[in-house]
């Protein structure tokens, strides 16, 4: 199993990003695959989470209404949209997957596999 986070960089305040999440050696839409992120001194937060089999989403309420997650199953690869971007939206994010379940889950101790991290910086 191996995922490949992508699309970190560094943004202005109000701007935007895309992640990527290029999933291979599982199948795909057995999955839920999600976004996570550790800010220094707190506990990893589950930002959003897609379960690919039947579509339903989680959303932190720190980014609801900003990002939006989505996949694509030709690619394999699940998309984390980042509109209006804070300053403390700033921090490593990571990639994460986990076989399906009757109810999705964003729990990160939950989650079995993981990607590298993708730095995301946004400028005041």
């Known amino acids: 199993v191996q995922l490949q986070a992508s699309g970190g960089g560094l943004v202005q305040a109000g701007g935007s990003l895309r992640l990527s999440c290029a999933a291979s050696?599982?199948?795909?839409?057995?999955?839920?695959i999600g976004w996570f992120r550790q800010a220094p001194g707190k506990e990893r937060e589950g930002v959003s989470c897609?379960?690919?089999?039947?579509?339903?989403?989680y959303y932190a309420d720190s980014v609801k209404g900003r990002f939006t997650i989505s996949s694509d199953g030709a690619r394999s690869t699940v998309y984390l949209q980042m509109n209006s971007l804070k300053p403390e939206d700033t921090v490593v994010y990571y990639c994460?997957?986990?076989?399906?379940?009757?109810?999705?889950?964003?729990?990160?101790?939950?989650?079995?596999?993981w990607g590298q991290g993708t730095q995301v910086t946004v400028s005041s």
């Open positions: 050696g599982f199948t795909f839409d057995d999955y839920i």
């Open positions: 897609l379960d690919i089999s039947d579509g339903s989403t």
């Open positions: 994460a997957a986990v076989r399906n379940r009757p109810s999705i889950t964003c729990s990160w101790f939950q989650f079995d596999y």
